[in-house]
């Protein structure tokens, strides 16, 4: 249930930036440091573009003992630094759902997709950098790759395939009060796509978030189709004009997943319009 993401272009050309990063470095021991290691850094960053961030090709990094180095980098106040600015008009994009998960709300954190802690070079590479809500990125912490050495998460910014509805909502029976809410990976999508979509959902414990938030939706659901049966209107002209504005805002959002799981079961929209609806308080 990631939300797919414009690449950020921020950055004209991310070897130059680097190069000027480094320039910036006037003072000792860091001048030296960084001029040593900068065409390293600009290799490994043209692996993470080349590869779009994958960790299992991208590799692991052997700067963790200087990450601190980095992550200064990251971390620094000083708009005079080139990275600054950009950090910071990061930092201020305005969303209503977290890119990670499709909950709404605006996400509090600027996330590393590879972290800062185990792959510092990449702490001020922009197209490494994307907001997250705090639930979502307290679970995903530091994790990148399972022990059979497949990548945990999606990329909001590189894979492409967020641009169809990644997973679809099945409501159980009864309709009345459903027992269940679950979600499935769309099978459109190829094994290899099916496969980081399920480990993403698992690892940020999408499913379990998600049965809340349907269960919640569908009695106010209810309590809506009440009410417009009582002024005669059309139940499912109202639903698909929900599932068309809750598309406006993005087609893998919770609000979209929902009322499309509504909409594309005949059976429950046949409930919902004609069906005896239970008394609710």
């Excluded at 692996?47 to 990094?61: A, M, Q």
């Excluded at 459903?178 to 399920?198: C, E, H, I, M, Y």
């Excluded at 379990?208 to 189709?225: E, H, I, P, T």
Aim: hydrophobic fraction near 30%; charged fraction near 25%; aromatic fraction near 10%.
């Amino acid at each position: 249930m990631v939300v797919k993401l414009t690449l950020p272009n921020l950055v004209e050309d991310e070897l130059l930036f680097i190069d000027n990063v480094v320039e910036q470095r006037t003072k000792e021991p860091n001048k030296t440091f960084f001029r040593d290691y900068k065409q390293e850094w600009k290799r490994r960053i043209t692996t993470y573009l080349n590869h779009k961030g994958d960790p299992t090709i991208v590799g692991e990094s052997n700067m963790t003992p200087n990450k601190n180095k980095f992550i200064n980098l990251y971390s620094s106040k000083n708009l005079d630094n080139v990275q600054t600015p950009i950090i910071n008009k990061l930092r201020d994009r305005k969303l209503v759902y977290c890119p990670s998960c499709g909950e709404d709300g605006t996400p509090n954190t600027l996330d590393h997709y590879l972290p800062k802690d185990d792959y510092p070079e990449f702490s001020i590479l922009s197209k490494n950098l994307f907001p997250m809500c705090d639930i979502c990125q307290g679970k995903k912490s530091t994790n990148t790759i399972n022990e059979e050495g497949e990548r945990l998460f999606l990329h909001p910014y590189y894979d492409s395939f967020l641009e169809m509805q990644v997973v679809h909502l099945t409501i159980s029976k009864p309709y009345e009060s459903p027992s269940a809410f679950s979600l499935r990976v769309n099978n459109a999508l190829t094994p290899k796509q099916s496969g980081v979509v399920d480990r993403h959902i698992k690892s940020l414990d999408i499913s379990g978030r998600y049965q809340n938030y349907a269960k919640d939706q569908y009695f106010r659901l209810l309590k809506l189709v009440s009410a417009s049966r009582d002024i005669n209107k059309d139940t499912r002209e109202l639903l698909l004009a929900f599932k068309m504005m809750a598309a406006t805002k993005n087609i893998n959002s919770w609000e979209n997943i929902f009322y499309s799981g509504v909409v594309e079961d005949q059976e429950l929209m046949d409930y919902l319009s004609h069906g005896e609806l239970m008394p609710l308080r």
